[in-house]
């Protein structure tokens, strides 16, 4: 046999060798781009098992009770601020209520001067005013001790308020806590993404609650 021959015996069994390849049985491979860094890392093991036992965690207990500071505020106004870790507002609530005190320690000693030099001068007895030269002083000692009266009732009822107030502070405190330590209710600091802004991120507050 020449070589002639032989090399073209050996191109036609060849070609018909690869004539019956099918198609099908072919797989494509498309080569995809990958990024260079993946946008989400994967939690460990150690950090998962974490997740999930805190998340089946038993419910504790809060760590203020709103009917004892109430019942504290009530005893002495403040002390329900101090239960509840409020070292700042017990200082308020001590400052409004003790101006109150002195504010109506005046006006019911303004008061009761001029309520004396008022019976004084009706009993035509000498007084502290008798000096003063006012044609009709009783009607001016009158209408002055009048108004110191409103003015200590004023103070009285200013301080009843911030009294009652500062009860009020105590145990929305109180709840307020027993809120942020509530495990179906949540409210966190959270990034907000608007994809047709300008600005693509916004600083906002998430709200999650389970029924």
Known sequence: MSRKTFLGLFFFFSWIAFGQVNRNDTIRVENH?????SALK???????IADIEKSNAPYTKPKFSPMK????????????????????KAGI???????????????????KRFRNAFVAELNGQPHEFSNLG????????GRTQDQWKRNR???????????ILNIVDAVVDAHLYEGKNDPDLAVKPTILF??????????????????
């Open 33 to 37: 781009p990958k990024d260079s860094l």
């Open 42 to 48: 994967p939690k460990s093991e150690t950090a998962v």
């Open 69 to 88: 500071a109430g019942l504290y505020s009530a005893v002495l106004p403040g002390l329900g601020q101090v239960y509840n870790k409020k070292i700042w």
């Open 93 to 111: 609530v001590w400052g409004a209520i003790g101006a109150g005190i002195g504010g109506t320690l005046y006006a019911d000693h303004r008061y």
């Open 134 to 141: 006012y044609t009709n002083l009783k009607n001016a000692l």
């Open 153 to 163: 009732d004023y103070w009285i009822a200013g301080t009843a308020l911030l009294y």
């Open 194 to 211: 608007e994809e047709l802004s300008k600005q693509k991120t916004f600083a906002g507050l998430s709200f999650n609650y389970n029924f």
